[in-house]
């Protein structure tokens, strides 16, 4: 009996890491491979609205999660630009941002409600469930 215990608490034990490795994996990281620290901004649509957020302050070298949760769109969007540097990755794509920490609902009239406007990158993750991307020099 206390064999047959043990296995069903290792089996739950197991299915319980398997689902926190999984659970962990989902999201969208940003890993910074270029020369200088960089600060990035994400968007993504979320129960309809678009919503930019940031900043993240990631080392060279680092990677950090700039969204914990589980992708369930198909395009995610990104701003990079480096610290020390001149240096930026952007796109067409146009989110609402400002200096600090922010996050943001609503991706149009940035300007006239107080925030600039930034071109972002766009990222097709197609159905996976996280993603990320490498910055580069």
């Keep these: 009996m206390i064999g047959s215990v043990r296995a069903v608490a290792g089996a739950a034990l197991a299915a319980a890491i398997m689902a926190m490795a999984t659970s962990a994996q989902a999201g969208f990281d940003v ?3 270029s020369s200088d620290d960089v600060t990035v901004a994400f968007g993504y649509r979320e129960n309809g609205e678009w919503t930019s957020t940031g900043w993240w302050n990631i080392a060279s070298g680092e990677c950090m999660t700039v969204y914990d949760k ?22 067409d794509y146009v989110f609402c941002a400002i200096d600090e920490a922010f996050t943001i609902v609503g991706d149009q009239n940035c300007k006239s409600r107080g925030y600039d406007a930034y071109g972002f990158r766009e990222v097709d993750v197609g159905e996976r469930i996280d993603d990320s991307v490498e910055l580069t020099d």
């Excluded at 589980?70 to 796109?91: I, P």
């Design 70 to 91: 589980t992708l369930k769109e198909q395009y995610y969007y990104y701003y990079a630009e480096k610290v020390n540097s001149d240096g930026y990755w952007e796109g």
């Design 31 to 33: 890993c910074n491979s």
